[in-house]
């Protein structure tokens, strides 16, 4: 049952209606119900593995915690010899903290790469044994359990934060297996920490109107920029790309430009769902993105692009990257043999190769996926290391570097480079397919201008008057992102000046966007709901 589907509308006002009402006094517990009730329309078989997932690092936290306890005991009551008794005895309960650690670890990515990984792995092992002349393959074909990559990230994070003794372990299983499998975030994150959700998810939510009716403003939202927008794209850039090998130019930059924008709103509208359902419930969800086309580089497109799971990668696997033996070693030998500046560079690299690397494959069990995570490793690390040559550059030809035309055309550097990305995303190509799509792309002997009169353009899912509108509802988009980074200087929302506005015009917008929805969704007979590009994952 997902967010766009005709079943989730009345199981949606179902568990408002009683989370507000019969279950007043127990949400948090109504809230576990519903969200088994969702993940059990999704696929009743899987849900197997997220108890596995959640039990096992709900015991396996508890473990860390009482060895935790019991170190501080015996270190507030025991007299040690020496300060070196005094480190051999708590390297030694760190070493079994660490072996606890592992074993949960062992379980939860153990299930997520066989789960995700297995027929990749495999197909790797057929095509180098095929070169050998022996033939063979299998494949199993496992379908993902729903939100599978991205639960399994936060019950990591959560029995890591134990293990670091940021907050003590969860007691109650039943709250643990509420904050990995609630349904607003688990078809497409965001990847929530459990010290942010718990207090709320665990705090009394009398009914307000202000709040509910604000929730059901974004859920509106999302629905509009997924099913109207970009569920129309979709048809669009689903034709183009089918297509990609006999097109040259301008048809392959609109397509492969329109897809960013396509998936920009496909994910942004299934967040908006989840920030509206969560917003009615008086659970604020993280933020996971924030108007990523506006970026002037790479790395602040990915502050703005897939926050979460930015943010867990910093928290819990660059910082540990960086601070390994094995880092310390390179930065100790580049600092010897090239001085402090080549030092402080590969310090810099090697984590962010690292996490880019495990970035793509996170996102997908096929090589396009590792080379799409290469490919802003690449990005990233650049960027970082020519950051400061570049000002120096720009101050010595005077150039502004604030003004107006300068941000645009670093804006729109950022979102072609991002864009470029996006195509080893939709047409699942290696790296040889990579550089063809481009060399097509900007073909100019052939840019194809000439199919913008001659209607050919509209002969890929959409006709011009189909077209057109699409454009417009993007500039649309862009208008009311510009409004939102202009109201959020001023700590505002769009949503908080439309509640300053008279009764009328609120419900002529609300009302609007309904007919919007009703009139233009992509739905109905000839149509199938589109599955969210980020629940695959």
Avoid at 92 to 114: A, E, P, S
Wanted: glycine letters at 6%.
């Amino acid at each position: 049952m997902g967010f766009n589907t005709l079943s989730f509308i009345p199981f949606l006002l179902i568990v408002i209606l009683l989370y507000f009402t019969v279950f007043r006094k127990c949400q948090w517990i109504f809230l576990l119900i519903a969200s088994i009730a969702f993940y059990l329309f999704a696929g009743p078989k899987y849900i197997v593995f997220i108890i596995i997932s959640s039990l096992s690092t709900y015991f396996f936290a508890r473990k860390i915690q009482k060895m935790h306890d019991a170190e501080d005991k015996i270190l507030k009551e025991r007299e040690f010899s020496s300060k070196d008794a005094k480190k051999a005895f708590k390297k030694r309960r760190t070493k079994q903290r660490r072996r606890v650690l592992v074993v949960d670890f062992i379980i939860n990515l153990g299930l997520l790469c066989v789960i995700k990984y297995t027929d990749f792995i495999l197909s790797g092992v057929s095509t180098i044994l095929s070169k050998f002349g022996m033939d063979w393959s299998k494949e199993f074909n496992f379908i993902l359990p729903l939100g599978i990559s991205f639960y399994t990230f936060m019950l990591v994070g959560y029995i890591l934060d134990v293990y670091w003794k940021r907050y003590r372990a969860e007691t109650n299983y039943f709250k643990l297996a509420l904050f990995s499998m609630y349904f607003p975030h688990i078809v497409q994150g965001p990847i929530g920490r459990y010290n942010r959700l718990a207090p709320q998810f665990f705090a009394d939510h009398p009914f307000d109107y202000n709040r509910v009716t604000k929730g059901f403003q974004l859920i509106l939202w999302g629905y509009f920029e997924k099913m109207v927008i970009s569920d129309r794209i979709q048809a669009f850039t689903n034709g183009v790309l089918a297509n990609w090998q006999q097109l040259t130019g301008f048809p392959l930059l609109l397509g492969i430009s329109l897809f960013s924008i396509q998936l920009y709103l496909d994910w942004m509208g299934c967040m908006d769902i989840a920030h509206g359902v969560s917003e009615i419930f008086g659970i604020n969800l993280d933020r996971n993105f924030w108007h990523p086309f506006f970026s002037k580089n790479m790395p602040e497109f990915w502050r703005r692009w897939h926050i979460s799971l930015g943010a867990w990668f910093k928290d819990y696997l660059l910082y540990q990257v960086s601070m390994s033996g094995l880092c310390k070693k390179i930065n100790k030998f580049t600092r010897r043999k090239w001085g402090n500046q080549a030092s402080r560079a590969f310090s810099a690299v090697i984590p962010a190769a690292v996490v880019w690397i495990v970035t793509g494959v996170w996102h997908g069990a096929a090589s396009c996926f590792v080379l799409w995570g290469v490919y802003h490793g690449i990005l990233i690390i650049t960027s970082s290391l020519f950051e400061i040559p570049i000002q120096k550059l720009c101050k010595f030809l005077h150039i502004d570097t604030e003004c107006f035309s300068f941000n645009l055309f670093r804006m729109i550097r950022t979102f072609m480079l991002s864009t470029i990305g996006r195509i080893f995303f939709a047409v699942s190509a290696g790296f040889t397919t990579m550089i063809e799509f481009t060399k097509r792309m900007f073909d100019f002997r052939q840019f194809g201008l000439h199919t913008l009169w001659d209607e050919s353009l509209f002969s890929y899912g959409l006709d011009r008057h189909g077209f057109t509108l699409a454009m417009l509802l993007v500039v649309l988009v862009w208008c009311v992102s510009m409004l939102q980074e202009k109201f959020d200087k001023d700590n505002k929302t769009v949503r908080d000046v439309i509640a300053e506005q008279n009764i009328v015009f609120r419900w002529v917008l609300y009302l609007g966007l309904i007919a919007g929805i009703l009139i233009f969704g992509m739905y109905g007979s000839g149509y199938d709901a589109g599955a969210f590009f980020y629940g695959k994952f």
